[in-house]
């Protein structure tokens, strides 16, 4: 398989590497990428504005938190399709210059998570491409869980294929679809995949949106005056003064034309699996989700974790700034004072160049810093959303110890996570996640924390709603059928069975 | 008087634009900085380490909050001085191949704060020249109140100036000064000036770190191993695992050399009159300055609001970051549940490029969004530090009460601003302070809110722990008197007297 | 179909625009484009050397002549294919960092020309994609005739496109065959298109290469040390020390694997047609095309010219660079001296801004500058190699006059061009040929020149050596029959007919 | 003394290193320039046209020839003086953005040499100061031989210097003048100097041309309609289709401002002592200096050398291009053919980087093809302009010899090179210099060739047109005296002594 150059960052397309602003992205590196879930992907769609792609451009900056790796946009005018895509934030790849080309009144638009190392180099998007019918680009957010047994086949069948990127194979079933339109061929195309998409396609003519049968990510419908809108989350309305509609449902294929705006149901129907774990670390507080305020689901996952496991403590504390409102329902239900004991860093973003001189847990050192004053001597109990393979928990704990802090209880506002992701999110395998190998006791004396306690599963689902949600990370029951052996055989690897 | 290139970002030297990096910074922007102090300048120094230009580059990134316009380092090699300064932020300015090149055992840092539009251009430090004992290198966090004048006078003595910073006199005093070393030069030329300077000078075989005789600005010293280092703020020091041994006092000179440590007093003795306003907006919450925890003095402030500006509220919010630990005090004392009720983008620091169909308070939006689910329908205290000239404040009300607040007590977590400032801080002239010219109630009325409510300057005093602040923007008493008929003239028309 | 950013440089592939080295590029404009053939492309390869990349950057800076505008590189080490493509020249392209990423001991290259305007955007090479069998690059010099006609059938057969590039139908060609090995793959493609094609290909294993049953455009092989190298002209090999060995021949397809290296015929036989403009312009003069000397035809060109249109006249003079070895020719020939009486920047290769004060003839004057002591008075003979629209020639013309020339004797090396060429070269419509609608004596005219003169085809034939050349630009003999509607109606379209 | 960062390209600034196009240009790296002289500094000026700095622009890129370091021009709008300077060629430096901030009609600009290592390391200009009177910018060709003991004179009284830029010394001196005008220092300054300059100033209201009295480096006057304008080379007022006045004259200063143009004579009368190797290889050679054209002067050169030093061979080639001329006149006065036997390349100027694998001479291989064809089994005579170390001279016969040369017959169109200069010229230390310290047999013995051959000093001041130059690199006559032990002491250093 064709590689990008190693170690480059993230190409244009797959066996390409790109100039300079990738090579400044060569060294991007989350300090802390050892123990968190990575962030994914964001879209945005306009549908009928003048400035569509401004727009675009605004709300991908308000879905900065779902991928900070590359960012794009494709727009329509007059038929005619364009498109640019760059390595970076979306402040630095949309220059007013760049943005000024971008005339047309529909657009798309992708931001896209950022890891590091060969194996996780995935491509930017939108990807456009031509074929029988004319142009189309589409922006994705999710995996699709049958790709490379899909690119296989479409391989035997004469396609090339110039990314690893799993839309690819999308455009390549829609190009080969027999159906004589856009639209009917979408449908086609998407019945043939399976996973977790959320996804925006813009044609000559039409954009579409579609949310897969489970709906397990988040997609929204907007108004803004007279042009339609879509966006991963809600917030991203706001910014551009637009008003939230409702969610696209689980399942919905929503097409905008000329003539109007309709909606398809082109599957089965299915329950809907919504991931949990957008309530608890993906998404903005600012959020509604499936008509879940996410801060107030995030509030209630730590009341509940105040009570399923309570510390004697002088005050709580929050791993910031996913754990903040957890941290904040654990102090109301518990009584214990709420205090920001950890100060992050604004200006973190790439590497830091690491002096020879040893500086202990230097990576989160560059990313939060206790507060001496408010730490010594006291209790602590230190809410975070999740722990990954632990190594950033454990530089945490010592941080705080070495600022004064008596006691340490480590509270997770989710329950322990134990099994890989197969729908969009970058985990682990199994036997990388500190959970699936550990019992909780193991995991504290790991982490050199007083005591350690989780959230149940039960009181999550309670916080955010009760049925509906995928959450299989915590509970391993996968939503999606094993549908090859292929297939079956890297779940179970990744798995660890 | 030459002047840069215009609407060239701030240029090395005055009257010298910079390249491609100066480019991207033309548009920096802080879309709020209408209404707020800006950040100032940060010093860090390190003596005795075989990576010295690598610790300060590590202390500089700790101290970014005071400065993002430009960032240098001047080291010294076997009495070499080398010299690496540029615009942009502390993780740009310095890659792997820049501080590769900055060997040396000692080393001097400056970041410098962010203004916009040419009369606030200011000049990237450290300054570095050549005059008649050698090389010498300064980096000032402060201001002189006499630098016309002196400026004038030396150049009808024949100078010539290659910037407006005001450190180029320092150094001009120091070349015309008849000791015979360095040291003596240094602190004859100290005497010369007046007003607030924490500085920090690399000879070629010193380091020499002076805080004027009131204080204004911070200044301390740290150890790391058997290197010495300096730095604004302590929390510096933690980020490369030194350890804070004392303040730099008011009116102290120390001198650090191949036969040790030493410590002069060149100055009359004067009482110290540290910035209050360090303690309500610059400072890290995570800083002790003079014995007092920033945190714990903003949470004081809170609490002193709560008593003196009560209100009836559902809940307490923050305009993060600087309000939050004043809002928690507030929330403390009150009783009134905190909440995170605005959510502060991550990734804003340049301009945004505005769409034409206007967007209401768009650049709020950038940096703020709120909480919905969390405000509508309820009574809400919000707390901030300061309001300047009203704009801002004005734009959050607006935002909270389209996000569905029925009330909006805003509370201020100092007095009003109603002076200028002469020793560092980039404030608007009187004529611009809202407070100069407004009472409460009018302010109120501007800015939209239900109420205002301010702490007193006694309050604030108690919470900083008493005297020995100067609380001029505050008072309008002055601490250092004014020297000359320019300098009177300029401070009246500032004070718009 | 899918267009990049209007006015944008050369993507990557189409519909998609590229960072700040594009950025500048869009302003890339060679100052007499109006008037000159431009330069097409070059390829460069090597089989077994461990720095296979590196000879390969060396190689297309060799070749840099034929093409400007991109440069790209892939690479096989151990059988994983990697690949860097960027716009620029080779020597901004390939930074130590970029080659260093290139490790492998196979590798193909390309430079591309350098046009302007949407319409001849084409994309960088190689591409690379991954199919069936598994890897493959091609990089390609040349031109498909039966291009638009492929591309439409594999699109209706379900292939998309991700550029418009030539080389795109190749590789769907060779995905879609049903051979089972790359070799035989390759083989069967290119029984499916026609026209001008010197193409170099890299899979995991194999790198082939092949030339055009007619031999449009050179291709040579050479060695170096254990390696064998390929390149567009001799002279790459030079630079990098390896030996000449052979040209490819006509129909030739060689491939090099582990076995060693053998040739293949899978074309059927065709009269050699060699593209004659090569030695007319395209080529370096130090090449040795086919056994002629590029030098040496271009002086017999000149002589020819001195005899078929002699001038009475002072001295004789070239515009550079392409015209001083028939000029030296003709003054050879002539007996009248030879003089460098234009002089060529060096510096010139992006637009230059042009002042809003008109200056006459800004483009020519940015490249070329009279020396005006020489023509003072004189009547002076300038050869040049061809006219296109005349309006460089024009220019020239009206400077020399200027500066002093009495009377000017355009004299060109090669005969009219009446004709667009299909195979490679991206010349104007019929239309827009200045020699298609005018006599010779109404181009003089045009060109305010006192006499105009041309080679005839007959001494140009000879002066390269005798047959088996295409001169279609001149004599409108296509040695590619018209094969599709399409293909005829485009060909009529562009040859105005 | 302050250096800059090691290793890095010309700071604005001693002390000072620059940001990303300051990185590349750390490899620049003439592959050449170990034998060479190389170029020095190219000015320019404008009086009077609302587009001074885009006129000045264009004719900087005239100039590029004298100086690829930096460039840089300085423009004064109603008083005000605004700057841009940046290492790069001026193509890079001054984009269309930049040009357009530097509005004004009377500006300044100024090219420079590019050098190779941290000691040859010098300043961008123009330098811009403010001082008493004003603010002052000066661009300047040429050098001061007493720059070292005034610059400690100006040092022991308290002057700094932010450079080791030869002007910061004039513009101290003019500052410390007791003059009560910008002219009156600047002349007054003036008499404080020696050595070799062709200055431009540029103050609020005036902009100030002036010449050394022995006029070593070239000055012109032209007119573009209303406006003055100046350039060290005529052809640089071709570019811009201004019209030649006349030359500046030796010991001239003319000045210009509102109430006109006025010429005055500061210096005492003085012999003129013009360079004349800029006859032999700085100046461009549609040049026209002190009357005498360049081109012309070098084929007398070259048609002396074929009397002095005749060869039987069988052809003239240049080492193009410098030799160009030269190689013409002696093919004239021989009667041996001159054929273009070396290719040069047009894409060098940044360092290639070189493969581990050893390629023979591969710098000059970078730059230089042979055309094989052309010599094989031939007798060459080689013209070039001089010989500095030997290192290319030997590479360009091993060169010749590798492409079946059979005699190689190097002839040099100047004498030999035994003497450095200190007016301007970056020379090697006279040990360095091949010519120094070998006869011409042992010179011929280690550059391989056949035979070596000089012009006489005689035959190449005949050529310029007899006397008032100066040619101490070829006689050691040296113009200024010696003024000071320090400077004596470097002089004999640098000579040998």
Redesign the interface.
């Known amino acids: 398989?064709?590689?990008?150059?190693?170690?480059?960052a993230e190409p244009?397309?797959?066996?390409?590497?790109?100039?300079?602003?990738?090579?400044q992205h060569d060294q991007q590196d989350e300090s802390d990428q050892d123990d968190h879930f990575h962030d994914q992907c964001g879209v945005f769609g306009v549908y009928g504005?003048?400035?569509a792609a401004?727009?675009t451009?605004?709300g991908l900056?308000?879905l900065?938190?779902r991928g900070?790796e590359s960012a794009g946009i494709?727009v329509v005018d007059q038929g005619?399709?364009?498109?640019?895509?760059?390595l970076g934030?979306?402040?630095?790849v949309?220059?007013?210059?760049?943005?000024s080309?971008?005339s047309g009144d529909c657009s798309i638009g992708h931001v896209r998570y950022s890891t590091a190392g060969e194996t996780h180099i995935k491509n930017a998007q939108p990807l456009?491409?031509?074929?029988?019918l004319?142009?189309i680009?589409v922006a994705h957010n999710g995996n699709f869980t049958n790709y490379e047994e899909t690119r296989e086949l479409l391989?035997?069948q004469?396609?090339?294929?110039?990314s690893t990127n799993d839309s690819e194979i999308l455009?390549?079933l829609i190009?080969?679809?027999t159906e004589t339109n856009a639209v009917d061929r979408v449908a086609a195309a998407l019945q043939r995949v399976q996973g977790a998409f959320s996804l925006l396609f813009l044609t000559n003519k039409e954009l579409i949106a579609v949310r897969d049968p489970h709906g397990f990510r988040p997609l929204s419908l907007g108004r803004f005056?007279d042009a339609w809108v879509f966006a991963s989350e809600p917030?991203a309305f706001?910014?551009?003064?637009a008003t939230y509609v409702r969610d696209i449902e689980p399942g919905e294929m929503v097409v905008i034309d000329e003539s109007g705006i309709r909606s398809y149901r082109p599957f089965a129907p299915t329950p809907r699996k919504m991931c949990i774990f957008e309530y608890v670390y993906f998404a903005?507080?600012?959020s509604?989700l499936a008509g879940v305020?996410v801060?107030?689901a995030r509030k209630r996952m730590g009341e509940a974790l105040a009570r399923e496991a309570p510390a004697e403590a002088d005050l709580v504390i929050a791993v910031p700034?996913s754990g903040?409102?957890a941290a904040?329902g654990y102090s109301?239900a518990s009584g214990i004072?709420?205090?920001?004991g950890l100060?992050r860093?604004?200006?973190?973003?790439?590497t830091?160049?690491e002096?020879?001189?040893s500086?202990?847990h230097f990576g989160v050192?560059?990313k939060l810093?206790?507060?001496?004053?408010?730490l010594e001597g006291k209790r602590i109990v230190v809410v975070d959303d999740s722990i990954v393979r632990g190594t950033t928990s454990r530089k945490i704990v010592k941080m705080l110890r070495d600022a004064g802090a008596k006691e340490i209880h480590m509270r997770i506002s989710s329950p322990p996570t134990r099994w890989p992701c197969f729908y969009g999110i970058d985990t682990p395998s199994r036997s990388e996640l500190l959970a699936s190998n550990h019992t909780i006791a193991e995991m504290a004396k790991y982490i050199t924390c007083d005591s350690l306690g989780y959230v149940s599963i039960e009181a999550l689902r309670e916080a955010v709603g009760g049925n509906g949600f995928c959450d299989a990370c915590f509970s391993g029951n996968y939503p999606v059928p094993f549908t090859s052996p292929t297939n079956h055989r890297r779940q179970l690897e990744l798995a660890g069975l």
């Open positions: 398989m064709i590689r990008p150059t190693p170690e480059a244009p397309l797959v066996g390409e590497s790109v100039g300079d602003r990738a090579g504005s003048a400035e401004h727009f451009y605004l900056h308000a900065q938190h900070q494709a005619r399709l364009t498109m640019h895509r760059e934030l979306v402040r630095d949309f220059t007013a210059n760049v943005l080309r971008l456009a491409v031509d074929y029988a004319g142009s680009a391989e035997s004469g396609s090339i294929f110039q455009v390549h190009a080969r679809a005056k917030p706001d910014l551009i003064d903005r507080p600012d509604m305020s801060y107030e700034d903040i409102s904040l109301r004072p709420f205090e920001v100060i860093s604004h200006y973190v973003g790439r830091f160049i002096p020879q001189s500086i202990r050192r560059l810093n206790p507060v001496r004053a408010l």
